[in-house]
Structure formats: C-alpha cells, structure tokens
C-alpha cells in the first residue's frame, strides 16, 4: 500500500513563510521522483517544483528563489519550504511520486492536497 501524506499548510501573511511536508509510506523517495503541485480555483494545477532520484531540482518561475525543495532520506519525507508568500501562491498543494519504467506507464501517485492561503 502506497500513501503520500501531506502537512504543513495553513493561513499566512504575505511575506510569511510555510515549510510543507510529505511523507511517504510504501514507497522510497530516494528512487521516486518526488514533487509538488498547486491548484487554485478556476485555475489548472500545475507544478511547483520537482526533485529527482539523482536530486536535480526544478521550480516554476514564479517560484524560483522563494521555495526551496527538499529530501530527507532517513524520514522518507519531501518538503517544500516556501518564503516570501504571496497571495497569487494561495493553492491546494500536492505531493506526487513517480517512478518510470520501461515498456510501460510510469508508475505514479498523489496526496490529498494541503490547503495554503496567503491573506492579510
């Protein structure tokens, strides 16, 4: 059984910070490629940031130099540590895992999304 478990998200102040976490059960995250997505309303979800296996990292560029992705091997955990918000970055926030194989589909799965908002 496979489980992605996100926490962390909440009601912040713009030019607040967050630190998201996912942790994963049934799977490693050091062999997966872990990463974020957000989804506002009216809006098509899209991705945040991504860490692979061999641990590069993506941002969108809306992001970049604000939020930081993150492994930690030991606890099984991806987080997402988010600075300087702002209310355009106010989403649900999921944690996706995959894992390519050859000849088929990559294998892939979801959290149920953290709900972030960036409100004065």
């Known amino acids: 059984q496979v489980q992605l478990a996100e926490s962390g998200g909440g009601l912040v102040q713009p030019g607040g910070s967050l630190r998201l976490s996912c942790v994963a059960s049934?799977?490693?995250?050091?062999?997966?490629?872990m990463g974020w997505y957000r989804q506002a309303p009216g809006k098509q979800r899209e991705l945040v940031a991504q860490i692979t296996s061999s641990s590069t990292t993506n941002y969108a560029d809306s992001v970049k130099d604000r939020f930081t992705i993150s492994r930690d091997n030991a606890e099984n955990t991806v987080h997402l540590q988010m600075n300087s918000l702002k209310p355009e970055d106010t989403a649900v926030y999921y944690c996706?895992?995959?894992?390519?194989?050859?000849?088929?589909?990559?294998?892939?799965?979801w959290g149920q999304g953290t709900q972030v908002a960036v409100s004065s």
């Open positions: 996706h895992a995959a894992y390519e194989r050859t000849w088929q589909p990559p294998i892939t799965y």
């Open positions: 049934g799977i490693s995250v050091t062999i997966y490629h």
